[in-house]
């Protein structure tokens, strides 16, 4: 595995990131096909097996009391770095939840369900632009000071959104933003996965990219397989949410120009005797030393087959023939 720095913390963070939010349990998990908690828990033991230590989440999620009964069960909390979300829009009426009052209900909420003292790194889930950017930050520089999270960052905000936040928490003495979240897969989307999703991929994300490569911020990039459509599966996953997902990236990611790359990525797996998604995330690891890809698996076996990535080694030139912006396609 490899390991990068997320600025704040005193312990390493595996560059292959476990994304979680389809590792949860309700009373109808079967009828909604949730993985059961068996097949969950076992997940995140193979996620360690291979090295990988760092887990997203979100307070929306459900994850949380699965990761929170894991890691006390594992003994595992020194070694392992937990990612979580808060200030969700509310799930019921879509109203904005960007205020202190639900920032810190969620942090508290957060906590108790992953039964930690201390978040490692906590995001704001989106953005609502009509607060102050200095407000968002004073908010969360009050809860690290708290000892309530080790560090912070924002996820699916705009570029000019995240500069200001760095450059206001620089100018009062603030930590700053220790991590940016976003989708930030090898081939740009045809329209939003959702409504407040923000992606920078392709060129327009560019400029941002590396504004957090020169102020050390890491890049947390959700969907690195563009939520399938890159992964060379081409058969629907199991279970209901999975299943609704990957349909979903089948309709917009694919486009011309994003066939033309899948292909690419196939002709590169044949010619390296691995699968499309190890590719994919050998690109993207390589692409950036701050880029921490948030990978999304529903089995153990896709999950040693991705870690596997970071032992391919793709030269200067297959890493240009992948790249959509250096490329004629
Ligand atoms: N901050 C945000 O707003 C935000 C938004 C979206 C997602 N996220 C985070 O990002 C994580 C990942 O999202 P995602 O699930 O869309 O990620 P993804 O890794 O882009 O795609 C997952 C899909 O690829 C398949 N797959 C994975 N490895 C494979 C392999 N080696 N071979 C073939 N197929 C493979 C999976 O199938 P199986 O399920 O069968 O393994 C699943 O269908 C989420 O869990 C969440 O933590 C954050």
């Given at each position: 595995m490899l390991y990068g720095k997320i600025r704040g913390l005193d312990k390493r963070a595996s560059r292959l990131v476990l994304g979680t939010d389809s590792l949860w349990l309700n009373p109808f998990h079967r009828v909604f096909g949730r993985l059961e908690k068996c097949s969950c828990l076992n997940i995140l033991d193979v996620a360690v097996e291979v090295g990988i230590n760092t887990f997203d989440t979100a307070a929306v999620y459900g994850s949380e009391p699965l990761i929170g009964s894991w890691?006390?069960?594992?003994?595992?909390?020194?070694?392992?770095?937990?990612?979580?979300?808060?200030?969700?829009?509310?799930?019921?009426?879509?109203?904005?939840?960007?205020s202190l009052r639900a920032v810190t209900a969620d942090i508290h909420r957060s906590l108790r369900r992953l039964d930690l003292s201390e978040i490692d790194v906590l995001l704001m889930h989106y953005d609502?632009?009509?607060?102050?950017?200095?407000?968002?930050?004073?908010?969360?520089?009050?809860?690290?000071?708290?000892g309530n999270i080790r560090c912070y960052g924002v996820s699916n905000w705009d570029g000019y959104r995240i500069r200001e936040a760095h450059r206001c928490a620089a100018d009062n003495g603030a930590s700053g933003l220790a991590a940016v979240s976003a989708y930030c897969g090898l081939v740009e989307w045809t329209q939003p996965?959702?409504?407040?999703?923000?992606?920078?991929?392709?060129?327009?994300?560019?400029?941002?990219?590396?504004?957090?490569?020169?102020?050390?911020?890491?890049?947390?990039?959700?969907?690195?397989?563009?939520?399938?459509?890159?992964?060379?599966?081409?058969?629907?996953p199991r279970g209901w949410v999975r299943k609704r997902r990957?349909?979903?990236?089948?309709?917009?990611?694919?486009?011309?120009?994003?066939?033309?790359?899948?292909?690419?990525?196939?002709?590169?797996?044949?010619?390296?005797?691995?699968?499309?998604?190890?590719?994919?995330?050998?690109?993207?690891?390589?692409?950036?030393?701050?880029?921490?890809?948030?990978?999304?698996?529903?089995?153990?076996?896709?999950?040693?087959?991705?870690?596997?990535?970071?032992?391919?080694?793709?030269?200067?030139e297959e890493m240009r023939w992948l790249d959509v912006q250096s490329v004629d396609l």
């Open positions: 890691i006390r069960s594992r003994g595992c909390r020194d070694e392992v770095v937990v990612v979580t979300k808060c200030g969700h829009p509310s799930l019921i009426t879509g109203r904005s939840r960007t609502d632009d009509e607060i102050e950017v200095s407000e968002i930050v004073g908010w969360l520089e009050m809860h690290r000071v708290a996965m959702w409504p407040k999703a923000k992606s920078l991929a392709g060129r327009q994300g560019e400029e941002t990219l590396e504004y957090c490569s020169q102020h050390g911020i890491s890049i947390l990039a959700w969907s690195p397989l563009s939520a399938g459509y890159l992964s060379g599966r081409t058969t629907h990957y349909s979903q990236a089948q309709r917009i990611f694919d486009c011309e120009d994003n066939r033309k790359i899948r292909q690419r990525v196939e002709t590169l797996a044949d010619r390296h005797g691995v699968g499309s998604a190890e590719i994919v995330l050998a690109y993207l690891l390589g692409s950036r030393k701050e880029v921490f890809p948030i990978i999304g698996c529903g089995t153990a076996e896709h999950i040693r087959r991705n870690a596997a990535a970071v032992s391919v080694d793709l030269s200067m």
